[in-house]
T-cell receptor, first 113, second 110 residues
Framework: EPEVTQTPSHQVTQMGQEVILRCVPI?????FYWYRQILGQKVEFLVS????????KSEIFDDQFSVERPDGSNFTLKIRSTKLEDSAMYFC???????????FGPGTRLTVL | GQSLEQPSEVTAVEGAIVQMNCTYQ??????LSWYQQHDGGAPTFLSY????GLEETGRFSSFLSRSDSYGYLLLQELQMKDSASYFC???????????FGGGTRLMVKP
């Protein structure tokens, strides 16, 4: 069964550094999402992406964040200058249609020191 | 904005039935989903309701009442492996985001 994959599984970085989190969605999915989950808390929406454009973003997704689908298979989340409060699990998700069920990847645990 | 309320914790016995509730207040609502998350794992889709009523998928059923802004997830014949967190999530009108509740941690005891 096809799966969403994410790399790396764990990223440790220093405050102020840039990080890029990578995701390979399921091949026939058209809608892509990033969520984050701070340890012990709920899953929070960051951004949705369709047809090479951001279709929705939350207040968390400020100018420090960007997303890209550079080659038709990878979907990346970049944080330009990480802050301590960016430490969280970041999940990529995808779906075949809007309002459809979303398939989540295993997540990348980001630790900012 | 959106807000969803779920009880923080529920404990039940193996083989029993458990109901986990979700109430929501939203500025735009299209449907209510349920996701399961084991510790350290990713959310996994369980069920979805866009219309009022009951949806059944094996041991899992989900109910929605749009007029009451309320839904629940029902798990039957509980198994130890059902111990996990269960999140309700609202899909907005545009269908391009999920807003999650705080989750209910289910502990299944022998």
């Amino acid at each position: 069964e096809p799966e969403v994959t994410q790399t790396p599984s764990h990223q440790v970085t220093q405050m102020g550094q840039e990080v890029i989190l990578r995701c390979v969605p399921i091949s026939n999915h058209l809608y892509f999402y990033w969520y984050r989950q701070i340890l012990g808390q709920k899953v929070e929406f960051l951004v949705s992406f369709y047809n090479n454009e951001i279709s929705e973003k939350s207040e968390i997704f400020d100018d420090q964040f960007s997303v890209e689908r550079p080659d038709g298979s990878n979907f990346t989340l970049k944080i330009r200058s990480t802050k301590l409060e960016d430490s969280a699990m970041y999940f990529c998700a995808g779906g075949q249609a809007t309002r459809d069920e979303q398939f989540f990847g295993p997540g990348t645990r980001l630790t900012v020191l | 904005g959106q807000s969803l309320e779920q009880p923080s914790e529920v404990t039940a016995v193996e083989g029993a039935i458990v109901q986990m509730n979700c109430t929501y207040q939203t500025s735009g609502f299209y449907g209510l989903s349920w996701y399961q998350q084991h510790d350290g794992g990713a959310p996994t889709f369980l069920s979805y309701n866009a219309l009022d009523g009951l949806e059944e998928t094996g041991r899992f059923s989900s109910f929605l009442s749009r007029s009451d802004s309320y839904g629940y997830l029902l798990l039957q014949e509980l198994q130890m492996k059902d111990s996990a967190s269960y999140f309700c999530a609202v899909t907005n009108n545009a269908g391009n985001m999920l807003t999650f509740g705080g989750g209910t941690r289910l502990m299944v005891k022998p």
